[in-house]
């Protein structure tokens, strides 16, 4: 599968964002999908991941309440919204896909990357 991140621009703290990531190839429904986010010197960090059906999500502690996974099957998307954005949410930002069955927070598990989109938050 192809994967092609977008979305990403700059914004002021407390703003929004919403990143898509389309995807391209093999049935987009069979993918657990997640995004990732990565600062220049830093290893990739996981943000959030969905199951297949898009029925169940998992998020890291540090946007719980503030972002939202989701996707849309029929359109080979997933979709990042991003609210009450801070300036530490600043970086690029990865979609991933995986065959594996569960959701994952590790990126070794994902067997596909789109191309990143930079998000940058200013205060």
């Known amino acids: 599968v192809q994967l092609q991140a977008s979305g990403g621009g700059m914004v002021q703290a407390g703003g929004s964002l919403r990143l898509s990531c389309a995807a391209s190839?093999?049935?987009?429904?069979?993918?657990?999908m997640g995004w990732f986010r990565q600062v220049p010197g830093k290893e990739r960090e996981f943000v959030a991941a969905?199951?297949?059906?898009?029925?169940?999500?998992y998020s890291a502690d540090s946007v719980k309440g503030r972002f939202t996974i989701s996707r849309e099957n029929a359109k080979n998307t997933v979709y990042l919204q991003m609210n009450s954005l801070k300036p530490e949410d600043t970086a690029v930002y990865y979609c991933?896909?995986?065959?594996?069955?569960?959701?994952?927070?590790?990126?070794?598990?994902?067997?596909?990357w789109g191309q990143g989109t930079q998000v940058t938050v200013s205060s």
């Open positions: 969905i199951n297949r059906s898009g029925g169940s999500t």
């Open positions: 190839g093999r049935t987009f429904s069979i993918y657990v």
């Open positions: 991933a896909a995986t065959l594996r069955a569960t959701m994952d927070r590790f990126e070794y598990k994902y067997d596909y």
